[in-house]
């Protein structure tokens, strides 16, 4: 009898103990692994015409990210510049320094929108009209003959901004965006995230797009590829519907991949775009902010 008990009395510390090591497991996860579990999972089967259904992409493993030589913030190289071409309203302008705002909390690095450039710095030959009517700009140009003659010392990237559509070769229709990863230069264009009239009923639609698209691009420049792990905003587009399904998000993989290169804190980073959403009534982004943020260790 009283072996029996000693028997009872083992397994009951034993099993105490296992949960015990088990529940410090649990709360020694890290931030990034917490937050997988937000993660949307992309289907396995891409739907026709999406990017996914037209690229076979590698997947850009964490590994894989660190190898590569790429952009990153350093001392006295550490701003995140952009700069305006052409003709703004006052809502375009508004959407312009909201989007600084955003990229700031976004990538917790320093914001600038420098001085807008007229469109006399497109010459002819970059000029065409698409069949729909509207003007448009080969986008190389503005990389390789505006944007990187005027990069400021102090910039780590630099994102041109135009009200006018873009175009990257004869063939193509459109592009919403094009950047250059190893000079750290890019271009968006805020077009057709409006069909070519921004108002107040589709502001905070083309906002959203905006800070998209810009935050994409930037996160090309500092290495990280198309992402192939869940729904994202590193998720690459063919469309503004697909556009408008992914989320302005980063996931878990791409979170991590980025905050190797830029050491921010999580939480900090996390209050700052829950109140950036919540403020521009972005509920669904503000949601998974807050999801993330309830995760922070």
Not at 14 to 40: P, R, V
Not at 112 to 117: F, S, T
Not at 272 to 282: A, G, I, M, P
Request: proline share 4%.
């Amino acid at each position: 009898m009283s072996r029996g008990k000693y028997n009872f009395s083992s397994l009951f510390f034993y099993a105490t103990l296992l949960i015990l090591l088990f529940s410090c497991q649990k709360q020694n996860k890290t931030y990034i692994e917490s937050i997988a579990k937000n993660d949307i999972k992309l289907s396995s089967l891409p739907k026709p015409g999406s990017w996914r259904y037209n690229h076979d992409e590698h997947f850009q493993t964490f590994e894989d990210f660190q190898k590569l030589r790429k952009i990153k913030p350093e001392p006295g190289k550490n701003t995140i510049y952009l700069q305006p071409i052409g003709t703004f309203d006052d809502l375009q302008k508004k959407e312009i320094a909201l989007t600084r705002e955003y990229l700031k909390i976004y990538y917790q690095l320093e914001t600038k929108i420098l001085p807008a450039l007229p469109h006399t710095v497109f010459p002819e030959k970059v000029k065409r009209i698409s069949k729909e009517g509207q003007e448009q700009i080969l986008a190389g140009y503005v990389l390789d003959s505006i944007l990187m003659k005027r990069k400021p010392a102090d910039a780590v990237v630099l994102m041109g901004i135009t009200e006018k559509d873009l175009f990257p070769r004869p063939e193509w229709n459109y592009i919403f965006g094009l950047a250059s990863y190893k000079d750290g230069v890019g271009v968006t264009s805020i077009y057709r995230f409006a069909d070519g009239h921004l108002t107040d009923s589709n502001f905070n639609e083309s906002l959203l797009r905006l800070i998209k698209i810009s935050s994409h691009e930037i996160g090309h420049m500092f290495g990280i590829s198309h992402c192939l792990n869940a729904n994202c905003v590193m998720n690459g587009t063919n469309s503004l519907s697909e556009t408008d399904y992914h989320l302005a998000r980063a996931c878990s993989l791409c979170q991590r991949k980025l905050n190797s290169s830029i050491r921010y804190d999580h939480k900090k980073r996390l209050l700052e775009l829950k109140n950036f959403f919540e403020k521009q009534h972005l509920d669904t982004e503000r949601t998974l902010a807050h999801q993330d943020l309830n995760l922070v260790p």
